[in-house]
């Protein structure tokens, strides 16, 4: 499938959803990694972080809402293909390939 020549389209409103969502985790997560830098926040910080702003959900939610769009609107089989693509992203704590699952991305 030639996915550069491709367009899918998707509510206005889901996708500035979408990207508030994605602004304030990239952000915020910088501003996390400055303040670990500095030794004033750690792993413990992050995490909190993570829970208290519902970080996973609102992923979750954000993939969830461009499946839709992706389901609707391209095959079966180019549905299987992008999800063969989305199984061989890293994963932490697979560990699957023998590394350690706190090993950093490269």
Not at 16 to 29: G, K, Y
Not at 85 to 104: V, Y
């Amino acid at each position: 499938m030639e996915m550069s020549s491709r367009d899918v389209r998707m509510p206005l409103s889901e996708v500035v959803a979408i990207l508030q969502d994605l602004n304030e985790f990239v952000v915020s997560l910088d501003r996390l990694g400055s303040l670990q830098d500095f030794g004033t926040a750690d792993e413990y910080t992050v995490g909190k972080f993570i829970a208290d702003w519902d970080v996973a959900r609102r992923l979750a939610h954000a993939r969830h809402v461009i499946g839709i769009a992706l389901d609707a609107q391209l095959s079966e089989e180019e549905i299987t293909e992008i999800d063969s693509l989305c199984e061989q992203g890293r994963f932490f704590g697979t560990g699957s390939d023998g590394n350690d699952p706190t090993d950093q991305p490269t």
